[in-house]
């Protein structure tokens, strides 16, 4: 099969998403709809912006009472719309907005912070980040009726909707959709960008469809030009806080989640220039093309520089490119471009779909638990991590996430020029994402979990960034585990490590956010033949002949 050569044009966007930036807002830490306008309120400067949603033409509401609101971080409306909630240190409060009175007056407190509040009739919801709890209370009595468990450890915000609650967590970069009366975990999803602070309901009053929006606060590096120093540039930091409409699917039949999804351009480029002496004849370079998955789509595929055939190889493509010689003077530009699909992921099994014994199908066994990429697994470090890790465990989902922590406990991130093998590199107590991955691939397979390696690049999480070309700093590789009678689950390997000794989020737990890209599983990425022999890294690797060169380009936004 040869290579689509064809030209990509770009279709019109299926949908206009909607950005919602209040000019001066730094931290918006609670969102709540009413009607065509959105009230926001701003924890660090206390102002309570009202936004219409259709011009973006933006009020403060509290000219006169900011200094009241500084540190607010959660936001609700009464079902009349009439009063608002919002908590506040260890406070609840609510306020009238009729004739924009907003005068606070104190429902109640907790132990500690409270984050965030909804109403629902006479019901009151508080979430505590301290506490790890949503408190519920009377709203008639101010008398607490129960508590439920909060999912995540990160700061959350809430809002209802009918029968539900839903959960913003800005740790965990997750929204949660939760049972109203038990609390129980219908479904979650990943957000596109990292810290999420709170969520709320739109219904469009013409067409009555309803959009989940949710606001983002985070400090954003950038390069500030300086006449005043010595070095003109220098980093700094600077606030960023916007509301963006979250789209998702639950697939309730397949057990996952996708959220938010963008259309992108990746293209993967060899620049041959060897570093020395080299005659290689009758070559084949063959480079792998992204995947189809669950949550990653091809739309088109086309060479760049030079023309390759594609072949099948384990049900995957892969793109060969033939050389009659390769020597130290030979100068070429070829690779791929693909345009993707690509989506936020998130299964959601839980230990019981994971309890029956099933046997691993054909030949999993001897491809996915045996050390055959270098794992150490004879090592004595390796097999007593192995025992340690998963203590009396039996359950295999439980077994993968005391692995993982466990790995998180006793190592922490760190690059280095090349990857060490499992027992060394747990010794040291520093390793890269590579190295991460063979550790976790190590202690899952001596514990008779099928595993394997994935991954190779992220595209850099700037989607506001459209037709700019990005480059992503590290290639990047992941797991997958394999759940008998369901199929694999993803797993970072190592971004949720955030925290010395723990707690660790779950966002990257059996999921993906939208900006991982896969590329080869169970075969080479890149891989070198002469005259129909593969060349061994012994002879010359594919760093001394060329540089590569990997670029993404975010062409639009997708919806579920």
């Given at each position: 099969m040869t290579s689509d050569?064809?030209?990509?044009?770009?279709?019109?966007?299926?949908?206009?998403?909607?950005?919602?930036?209040?000019?001066?807002?730094?931290?918006?830490?609670?969102?709540?709809?009413?009607?065509?306008?959105?009230?926001?309120?701003?924890?660090?400067?206390?102002?309570?912006?009202?936004?219409?949603?259709?011009?973006?033409?933006?009020?403060?509401?509290?000219?006169?009472?900011?200094?009241?609101?500084?540190?607010?971080?959660?936001?609700?409306?009464?079902?009349?719309?009439?009063?608002?909630?919002?908590?506040?240190?260890?406070?609840?409060?609510?306020?009238?907005?009729?004739?924009?009175?907003?005068?606070?007056?104190l429902f109640t407190r907790l132990p500690y912070s409270a984050n965030g509040v909804a109403v629902y009739q006479s019901t009151v919801y508080v979430t505590c980040q301290k506490t790890g709890h949503i408190f519920i209370f009377n709203r008639d009595t101010t008398k607490e009726i129960t508590r439920l468990y909060a999912p995540g450890i990160g700061i959350e915000n809430l809002t209802v909707k009918g029968e539900q609650l839903w959960l913003s967590d800005t740790l965990e970069q997750t929204v949660y959709c939760l049972e109203r009366?038990?609390?129980?975990?219908?479904?979650?999803?990943?957000?596109?960008?990292?810290?999420?602070t709170a969520l709320s309901f739109y219904s469009d009053q013409e067409t009555g469809e309803e959009t989940l929006y949710v606001s983002y606060s985070f400090q954003e590096p950038y390069i500030r030009d300086n006449p005043n120093s010595e070095q003109t540039y220098e980093l700094s930091y600077r606030p960023r806080t916007f509301v963006h409409p979250l789209y998702y699917r639950y697939d309730a039949e397949g057990r996952y989640t996708l959220s938010n999804g963008y259309l992108i351009e990746l293209s993967y480029v060899e620049e041959l220039e060897p570093l020395f002496a080299v005659d290689l004849k009758d070559v084949e370079w063959r480079i792998a093309l992204p995947l189809e998955t669950t949550r990653q789509k091809i739309r088109h595929v086309e060479?760049?520089?030079?023309?390759?055939?594609?072949?099948?190889?384990?049900?995957?493509?892969?793109?060969?490119?033939?050389?009659?010689?390769?020597?130290?003077?030979?100068?070429?530009?070829?690779?791929?471009?693909?345009?993707?699909?690509?989506?936020?992921?998130?299964?959601?099994?839980?230990?019981?779909d994971a309890e029956s014994v099933l046997t691993l199908p054909g030949d999993f066994s001897d491809r996915y638990l045996v050390d055959n990429d270098d794992?150490?697994?004879?090592?004595?470090?390796?097999?007593?991590?192995?025992?340690?890790?998963?203590?009396?465990?039996?359950?295999?989902?439980?077994?993968?996430?005391?692995?993982?922590?466990?790995?998180?406990?006793?190592?922490?991130?760190?690059?280095?020029?090349?990857?060490?093998?499992?027992?060394?590199?747990?010794?040291?107590?520093?390793?890269?994402?590579?190295?991460?991955?063979?550790?976790?691939?190590?202690?899952?397979?001596?514990?008779?979990?099928?595993?394997?390696?994935?991954?190779?690049?992220?595209?850099?999480?700037?989607?506001?960034?459209?037709?700019?070309?990005?480059?992503?700093?590290?290639?990047?590789?992941?797991?997958?585990?394999?759940?008998?009678?369901?199929?694999?689950?993803?797993?970072?390997?190592?971004?949720?490590?955030?925290?010395?000794?723990?707690?660790?989020?779950?966002?990257?737990?059996?999921?993906?956010?939208?900006?991982?890209?896969?590329?080869?599983?169970?075969?080479?990425f890149e891989r070198l033949y002469s005259e129909g022999d593969p060349v061994l890294k012994t002879q010359v690797s594919i760093g001394d002949l060329a540089i590569n060169h990997v670029q993404f380009t975010v062409l639009d936004e997708l919806q579920p």
């Open positions: 050569i064809s030209p990509f044009t770009l279709p019109p966007s299926a949908f206009q998403s909607k950005t919602i930036r209040p000019i001066s807002a730094t931290a918006i830490t609670g969102i709540a709809f009413r009607g065509d306008h959105l009230l926001a309120i701003d924890s660090k400067n206390g102002y309570l912006y009202q936004i219409n949603v259709q011009t973006n033409h933006t009020t403060v509401l509290n000219p006169h009472r900011w200094q009241e609101f500084i540190g607010a971080t959660g936001l609700a409306l009464s079902d009349d719309d009439n009063t608002l909630w919002f908590t506040s240190r260890e406070g609840v409060y609510f306020c009238s907005l009729v004739n924009n009175d907003l005068t606070p007056k009366a038990t609390g129980d975990v219908i479904f979650t999803l990943i957000t596109p960008f990292e810290s999420p060479a760049v520089g030079l023309p390759f055939v594609e072949e099948i190889q384990e049900g995957q493509r892969v793109a060969v490119f033939k050389f009659p010689q390769i020597t130290a003077k030979e100068r070429h530009v070829f690779g791929w471009k693909v345009i993707l699909e690509v989506w936020g992921i998130k299964y959601q099994l839980t230990p019981r794992l150490a697994m004879d090592t004595d470090i390796i097999q007593q991590a192995a025992v340690e890790a998963i203590g009396r465990e039996t359950n295999l989902l439980r077994k993968v996430y005391n692995i993982r922590n466990y790995v998180y406990d006793h190592l922490s991130y760190g690059i280095k020029p090349h990857i060490d093998t499992p027992d060394i590199a747990l010794r040291r107590g520093v390793g890269s994402c590579g190295e991460y991955v063979g550790i976790l691939l190590a202690l899952c397979r001596l514990n008779g979990i099928a595993c394997r390696t994935v991954g190779r690049y992220k595209c850099p999480p700037q989607p506001f960034l459209r037709g700019i070309p990005l480059e992503p700093d590290y290639n990047h590789v992941w797991m997958e585990f394999y759940v008998p009678g369901y199929g694999w689950i993803p797993m970072e390997s190592n971004p949720d490590d955030m925290f010395e000794g723990g707690p660790y989020p779950n966002r990257f737990f059996m999921g993906l956010a939208w900006y991982h890209t896969e590329i080869a599983k169970d075969i080479p």
